[in-house]
């Protein structure tokens, strides 16, 4: 199996992770990961099909926002707050806090990290 690349912590840019959050399902996605626990791929986001969910996945990994580990055939994955901390100081603390103030997701009264569940 061919490895993961993800970008180093200097090399992450701004306009690639603005574009990784431009897309409402990535953008779901990072929230759900945001308590900066390590999830499986599998357990996110299971209303896309497979092939739009590793799409998604690939986006968020390229731009910096998240690493994926693998673990025989199984995925997990987590965002990369320290580096993302390091590179853009603030930036997520404003981007989760937008997200709850506004209900950008229309969550249930959901802080970020807790997943949800259709229904």
């Known amino acids: 199996m061919r490895s993961l690349s993800h970008p180093a912590r200097e090399d992450i840019q701004l306009p690639a992770v603005f574009h990784a959050l431009s ?3 990535r953008l779901r ?3 759900d990961l945001a308590n900066g626990q390590e999830r499986n791929c599998s357990k996110l986001n299971s209303q896309l099909a497979k ?6 996945f690939k986006v968020l990994r390229e731009s910096g926002l998240t690493h994926t580990r693998v673990d025989g055939t199984w995925r997990f994955i987590s965002l990369r707050l320290d ?3 390091a590179r853009f100081p603030g930036l997520f603390d404003s981007v989760f806090r937008s997200m709850a103030r506004d209900n950008t997701l229309a969550l249930p009264s959901a802080e970020p990290g807790e997943a949800q569940t259709a229904g």
């Open 83 to 85: 580096d993302l901390e």
């Open 23 to 25: 897309d409402p399902a």
């Open 29 to 31: 996605i990072v929230w």
């Open 51 to 56: 092939s739009t969910l590793s799409h998604h």
